[in-house]
């Protein structure tokens, strides 16, 4: 079993930052570099969509047109954890943001399609005040 456990969410004002941090751990946890991590977010009423992916190398990134020069994913596979920096935040944006991970080749450049993930954390709320 596979753990993400996001954190860094919580109520910033329109034009403000916050980053959002996914740690991975668990009993079967292989290693980090065998996963790529997406953020999706989800607000009330609306789908879930992916925002933001990671590449198991970290090499390759991939970003929502909403978001594109907004936000910035990366990751730090010597602490098993992923990051997403969000700037220039807007109402919009307010939804509980959620990491995945995808199991893939080591050091792959391939972040994978939105669908199919294999492990997913619990969420972590963002509201964004105008």
């Known amino acids: 079993q596979v753990q993400l456990v996001e954190s860094g969410g919580g109520l910033v004002q329109a034009g403000g930052s916050l980053r959002l941090s996914c740690a991975a751990s668990?009993?079967?946890?292989?290693?980090?570099?065998?996963?790529?991590m997406s953020w999706f977010r989800q607000a009330p009423g609306k789908e879930r969509e992916r925002v933001a992916a990671?590449?198991?190398?970290?090499?390759?990134?991939i970003y929502a047109d909403s978001v594109k020069g907004r936000f910035t994913c990366s990751r730090d596979n010597a602490k098993n954890t992923v990051y997403l920096q969000m700037n220039s935040l807007k109402p919009e944006d307010t939804a509980v943001y959620y990491c995945?991970?995808?199991?893939?080749?080591?050091?792959?450049?391939?972040?994978?399609?939105?669908?199919?993930?294999?492990?997913w954390g619990k969420g972590t709320l963002v509201t964004v005040s105008s």
């Open positions: 995945a991970a995808r199991v893939t080749s080591r050091y792959s450049n391939s972040v994978g399609p939105p669908n199919g993930m294999d492990y």
């Open positions: 668990g009993r079967t946890f292989s290693s980090f570099t065998s996963y790529a």
């Open positions: 990671v590449s198991s190398s970290g090499s390759n990134t």
